[in-house]
């Protein structure tokens, strides 16, 4: 069992910057793999990247990256989402989730845990 919690989000403008973390608690958090995904009012919930156990491969959605980083810091349960060049379509939900699989997956139904989210939202 692995239980997420978000942080991070907040009010900011165009270009700026925000930095989403997501910690974990629970057993084994470094033999998952970690997915962010948002979802704006009215759509579907998307991937927006995800990263590998040990942290050695990650993965973007096209519409975010060379903005967006994710990272993960196995030793403080931490999974990070670093946010650059903000966007008003950026605005969302922005959940965490964790699979007990060693691939990246970007369907949302693939991930067996979830935070309960942290609100970003970007003015133009």
């Known amino acids: 069992q692995v239980q997420l919690v978000e942080s991070g989000g907040g009010l900011v403008q165009a270009g700026d910057s925000l930095r989403l973390s997501c910690a974990a608690s629970?057993?084994?958090?470094?033999?998952?793999?970690e997915g962010w995904f948002r979802q704006a009012s009215g759509k579907e919930r998307e991937f927006v990247a995800g990263i590998s156990w040990s942290g050695g491969t990650t993965y973007y959605a096209d519409s975010v990256k060379g903005r967006f980083t994710i990272s993960r810091d196995n030793a403080k349960t931490t999974v990070y989402l670093r946010m650059n060049s903000l966007k008003p379509e950026d605005t969302a939900v922005y959940y965490c989730?964790?699979?007990?699989?060693?691939?990246?997956?970007?369907?949302?139904?693939?991930?067996?845990?979830w935070g309960q989210g942290t609100q970003v939202t970007v003015s133009s």
């Open positions: 989730a964790a699979r007990a699989d060693s691939r990246i997956a970007t369907n949302p139904f693939q991930y067996n845990y």
């Open positions: 629970g057993r084994t958090f470094s033999s998952y793999t």
